[in-house]
């Protein structure tokens, strides 16, 4: 990860002009796959707000004309108004997959944020204030970074029932350190300059510099960083999903629907796998796309 | 490099001991103990197990005890739900399947995903370069957990070609390899090939090129090295997610390592089982840190510690 | 009672009389090469210690590896095991076994009365720590309960050795079904040397001596257990299969793959797939009856919610769930609707006639539930909210989620909370539930073993359902000649109060491999032993 904290560092430093992020919005909309990404992202994100309009079932109540015998009368049909089918107790799989959308972007956007969030204001207080503040904070990221997260996770939900704060809560806390080690070299650049010995010497205080004068300039960074960690929450709740410790029935994510799909792919139900996995990847490559996009396009290197 | 080295070792003695007391304090205060069972036990039974167990004394030894024990014995204590074993026996017989498979998976992930990333960027644009960068975007979403019941369904229903699980020799090795490298591999390859990309666009190897060097020197003498920092520092998350992975594969292949044990203690409240295989975990994830690390300042001695 | 004790033993006999003892091959059959038989396990097995062990796999593989005073045959029905027969005092309260003199360890030592002795105390002994240890309590041993509340010493226990070969029992009460509870694993000897000599770890291949037909070659935890004949078993010439073979696959919907891929020669077909696999493969797919039944227990004590305190919501409740949905769309397995608790198949018990569900269809139990709902004051303006708690399984959620539905048409709003089954268990004993999923097997095949679960004096009654009468009814039966109509009379009040939702009594559904024989047909207990087993040629 030092080698990401040093390019960003070097890239971050002119992106503090308006035009510069015209610059960027230009070179991101030049590149086809982030234009491709960002469709997409577009279209997944249409279809968790608004697919649910043209549901003809409610995802929970079940149909009793195909219950008991879904590999048979179960499979997409218009004529049903079952369009992605249905799952083993006869609920429809399309306002289930609008639903599934909805709760997996969720994870997503909001994990990301709050590791943004998180890493953004310890990295960039560590590497404003440095020296031993800094050291022990770093060295505090050092210690919180060998815990195995995944394990703790499954230990809080095993224990403390499944619940979806926690859950949102736990994806956010597993990745907050790698932000704030970034930002934190980031930062340690940004202080330097004169902008911010400006403020200092004008008296403004800590907080508030960081807060003015840092965070700002570390955009950039901080927006990449975020679409590309979206994607991992989003495959993180998928693993807890598979575990049986993610969301709630009757609620539901796409992790779930793909591993209830997953278990019974030998029982000709593949369409309780294909049509949850295919707004899955889409919705993945939608965010490595347009990740993968911003950084180049944020990148002032010319490719 | 000797100083940090030993920095480094030192930093994970605290480490550890944050990470008993996190999981210890989690635990304790969960409710639903171990030894809940479906008829509520005689008071006087309850008192015996709590006392064979120790979880009659006060938090604070409790701990204590047990860190104690570890430090002076490496003894993690007896299971409290699998009666005739402890958790040495548990991780002795569960960590070298664990160790094994995830091994190999990293050696693939690492080999092929390199190869396949060189290949790519070497022929960019060609129909190889689409190929490797079609299939690491597929195979880098497609969840593990979705791919082990296919390869099942695949290799031992239909073609009847390998075992459908457990762990009895190498046959039984495949499978868990390959469902658990190759999300791993994906992200390799696609590293490998925009970091060589990158340097094989660089002024030192337009020099080296210059001089009239052979293609495939250029190639393995001067652009791969630098082009594996970004590699390298992936193996870290790489290694992680193989730990997590190795749920997966244990649950669905019957490997009978140690993810799967991890999981059973969290689901039954086997404190014991579930502290040792976290601190196995966390003592794992630190060194191989510590190597990563290492290996990065071998490659790029621009890095300062 | 003198009469029914007299029944007891004569029946007995008779069952000794005519049952086969191990393989019961008929003349003429060629048998296979390979005798070995693959079996699944959806979890690691815990011990193999039989005063330790508490789960159902354990317990297949303890009755391979030990042998008790009696087994089970195909039809549930007793037959010899280490004991050959035994006589029962006048007053029912003493038990005394004879032993057979051919019963060996497998390190050649012969099994003595001492060692069920030893086995016995060992299990009430508070210083094992047995979660089993209230079994003995169960059988009503002398002084058990004082010992496991630890103020008695462990041999003041009421079982004695006369000599090598004779084992006598004391009771407290007089327990019609006594020598049926003997077929429990955590009666199995143990030998007192062994486990004195390798302390925990004497449960290890290699450590462990057993009684049983089989010894332990190999147990990886979690991947499988192999078990081997052992020769110095006293039936071991009539014993076919040679080798025993556990795999822990911890999903069920694999383990039906690689069943089907040859692996395994018996697994448990997943809900749903039943119809399916029995037209694919009619002679591989069976569903028997099992000794076990699917309730949802109601809250009715000070902290469930006020709701639940008035039985004709409870009732309503009841009514409003469509059994047959559950077992004919979703189970799938031959599983049977259940209006009352007792298990259909368990052996001399007949459900009483029950109005709602003899004399209504579910359409008039639907109308009748929204009745009382509105009588009791809740309806569509005023839903009843409710949670109904459920421990992990594919299984357990798709009938909650079926019933929460169902409970919706009669203006129950219901929120599904799923726990780790420990987490479910401590709060349904905590009281800290509305209704919550449970399910009681059989510890042995007679009806009291789940009636007394909702006597205000059980372990179990979680739901604290507590009934003068439905208590009285359950003293009495303990003594009455025929229990039945006072059973069905606790059963009427079940009905009646309706502290519990009935939903389905279990079935097995199985997949096993056509050249399988010997495997119980008709036990509920799915009581098995690998020594009755061989494999024929094709």
Same mark, same amino acid.
């Given at each position: ?5 040093? /390019?960003?560092?070097?890239?971050? $430093? ?129 210690? +919180? ?49 004169? +902008? ?65 799909? $997953? ?16 707004? +899955? ?5 939608? +965010? ?16 | ?85 402890? #958790? ?141 920092? &970004? ?75 | ?48 210690? &039989? ?25 549930? /029905? ?25 019963? /060996? ?5 012969? #099994? ?32 058990? $309960? ?36 003997? #077929? ?189 709902? $509105? ?55 905590? /009281? ?107």
């Amino acid at each position: 990860m030092v080698a990401t904290a040093e /390019q960003t560092a070097e890239q971050a $430093a002119p992106a503090a002009g308006r035009s510069l992020w015209a610059d960027a919005r230009r070179r991101f909309f030049r590149n086809r796959a982030a234009l491709l990404g960002f469709v997409i992202l577009v279209f997944v994100t249409a279809f968790a707000l608004f697919g649910g309009a043209l549901a003809q079932w409610s995802g929970e109540e079940l149909d009793y004309a195909v219950m008991g015998q879904v590999a048979e009368l179960g499979g997409p049909s218009l004529a049903t108004g079952h369009y992605f089918g249905t799952d083993d107790l006869g609920r429809d799989l399309y306002a289930r997959t609008v639903q599934g959308t909805q709760i997996s972007l969720a994870v997503g956007v909001i994990g990301a944020l709050i590791a943004c969030v998180v890493g953004t204001l310890y990295g960039a207080t560590a590497g404003y204030f440095g020296g031993r503040t800094d050291s022990v904070m770093m060295r505090l990221v050092d210690i +919180f970074m060998a815990v195995p997260y995944m394990f703790i996770l499954i230990l809080l939900l095993v224990m403390y029932g499944r619940s979806i704060t926690i859950l949102f809560i736990g994806v956010g806390l597993i990745s907050w350190m790698e932000m704030a080690r970034i930002v934190r070299g980031q930062t340690l650049s940004l202080k330097g300059r004169e +902008f911010v010995e400006a403020a200092r010497a004008t008296g403004v205080s800590a907080p508030v510099i960081i807060a003015r004068h840092i965070v700002p300039n570390l955009l950039g960074v901080i927006a990449v960083y975020a679409t590309l960690l979206v994607p991992l929450m989003i495959l993180t709740e998928s693993f807890i999903s598979f575990l049986g410790l993610g969301v709630q029935e009757p609620m539901t994510s796409l992790g779930a629907l793909i591993s209830e799909g $997953a278990g019974t792919i030998a029982y000709g139900t593949t369409w309780q796998l294909g049509f949850p996995l295919l707004f +899955f990847c889409l919705t993945l490559f939608g +965010f490595f796309f347009v990740g993968d996009g911003l950084r180049d396009a944020l990148d002032p290197k010319d490719r | 490099m000797i100083a940090y080295t030993l920095k480094r070792i030192a930093i994970a003695i605290p480490t550890l001991l944050v990470l008993i007391v996190i999981s210890f304090l989690l635990m304790h205060a969960a409710p639903g103990g171990p030894f809940t069972s479906e008829r509520e036990l005689p008071p006087q039974v309850l008192a015996n197990l709590n006392a064979k167990y120790g979880l009659d004394d006060p938090l604070w030894k409790q701990i204590g005890t047990y860190v104690w024990n570890i430090v002076t014995g490496f003894d993690f204590g007896p299971s409290f739900v699998y009666k005739d074993r402890t #958790v040495n026996e548990i991780i002795g017989a569960g960590f070298p399947i664990t160790l094994t498979y995830g091994l190999l998976s990293f050696v693939v992930a690492v080999t092929v995903g390199v190869s396949l990333g060189v290949a790519a960027a070497v022929r960019h644009n060609s129909a190889l370069d689409y190929a490797a960068v079609g299939l690491s975007i597929g195979a880098q979403v497609l969840p593990n957990f979705v791919m082990a019941p296919i390869l099942v369904l695949v290799f031992t229903l239909w073609l009847g070609w390998l075992p459908g699980g457990g762990w009895q020799g190498p046959e039984t090795w495949i499978m868990p390899v390959i469902a658990l490298s190759t999300s791993f591999m994906a992200s390799i390859a696609r590293i490998t090939r925009s970091s060589m990309l990158e340097v094989l666009g660089s002024n030192h190897i337009r020099a080296a090129r210059a001089k009239g060097l052979p293609e495939h020197r250029v190639i393995l003498r001067h652009a791969l090295k630098p082009a594996m920092l &970004p590699v390298i520092s992936y193996l870290g998350p790489a290694f992680v997610g193989m730990i997590t992975g190795s749920v997966v594969i244990d649950i669905y292949f019957s490997t009978g390592g140690i993810g799967k044990a991890f999981v059973d203690s969290a689901l039954n409240r086997d404190y014991a089982v579930m502290m040792g295989v976290t601190i196995l975990m966390g003592a794992l994830t630190i060194t191989f840190n510590l190597v990563v690390d290492i290996l990065y300042g071998w490659i790029d001695p621009k890095i300062r510690y | 009672m003198k009469f029914r004790l007299k029944m007891a033993v004569s029946a007995l006999a008779l069952g000794l009389a005519t049952t086969a003892f191990a393989a019961d091959v008929p003349d003429g059959t060629t048998l296979a090469e390979d005798q070995s038989y693959t079996f699944w396990l959806l979890d690691a097995i815990k011990s193999i210690d &039989p005063q330790i062990n508490t789960d159902v796999e354990g317990s297949d593989i303890l009755r391979n590896l030990f042998e008790g005073l009696y087994n089970e045959d195909g039809d549930g /029905q007793l037959v010899p095991g280490v004991a050959l027969d035994h006589s029962v005092s006048e007053d029912g309260k003493t038990y005394t076994f004879t032993l057979r003199d051919d019963a /060996q360890w497998s390190n050649g030592e012969p #099994v003595t009365a001492g060692d069920f002795v030893y086995a016995w105390r060992r299990l009430a002994d508070p210083a094992t720590a047995s979660e089993y240890a209230w079994y003995m309590e169960l059988m009503q041993v002398e002084n058990a $309960a004082a010992i496991i509340a630890g103020d008695m010493d462990p041999s003041e226990l009421g079982v004695r050795a006369v000599d090598d070969h004779t084992l006598e029992v004391t009771i407290t009460t007089p327990l019609p079904y006594f020598p049926q509870m003997l #077929v429990h694993g955590s009666t199995f000897p143990v030998l007192q040397s062994v486990i004195e000599e390798h302390d925990d770890d004497w449960t290890d291949a290699g450590n462990l001596v057993g009684n049983g037909a089989y010894t332990l070659t190999e147990h990886q935890l979690g991947e499988r257990v192999v078990m081997e004949k052992n020769d110095t078993y006293w039936d071991s010439d009539a014993t076919v299969m040679d080798t025993l073979t556990a795999l822990t696959i911890n999903d069920g919907n694999q383990a039906l793959t690689r069943y089907l891929a040859g692996e395994l020669d018996r697994v448990d077909i997943p809900a749903g797939q039943y119809p399916r696999l029995k037209e694919e493969y009619p002679n591989q797919a069976v569903s028997t009856p099992y000794n076990c039944s699917y309730i949802y227990m109601l809250n009715v004590g000070d902290k469930g919610p006020e709701a639940l305190k008035d039985a004709n919501v409870r009732r309503a409740l009841a009514y409003a769930i469509d059994r047959d949905i559950v077992v004919d769309r979703i189970l799938q397995g031959g599983q049977r609707p259940s209006y009352n608790w007792t298990h259909w198949a368990v052996a001399g018990f007949e459900r009483p006639e029950l109005d709602w569900a003899d004399d209504m269809d579910q359409a008039a139990r639907l109308e009748k539930a929204k009745e009382l709902m $509105a009588e009791a004051g809740y309806g569509p303006d005023n839903p009843l909210a409710l949670t109904l708690q459920y421990n992990t399984s594919d299984d357990h959620k798709k009938i909650a989620i079926a019933a929460s539905q169902m409970l919706k048409a009669i203006g129950v709003d219901v929120t599904l909370d799923n726990y780790e089954w420990k987490v479910h268990t401590d709060r349904m004993q905590n /009281q800290d539930f509305d209704m919550a999923r449970y399910a009681w097997c059989g510890d042995y095949n007679e009806a009291s073993t789940y009636l007394d679960l909702f006597t205000s004096y059980s372990g179990h009654n979680n739901g604290e359902f507590f009934s003068d009468a439905y208590d009285q009814v359950m003293r009495d039966s303990k003594t009455a000649d025929d229990p039945l109509p006072l059973y069905q009379e606790a059963e009427r009040i079940l009905a009646d109060q309706m502290p519990i939702i009935p939903i389905y009594h279990y079935a097995n559904v199985d997949m096993i491999a056509e050249d399988i024989r010997g495997l119980p047909q008709n036990n509920v207990n799915n009581t098995w032993y690998g020594k009755n087993l061989y494999r024929v040629a094709e």
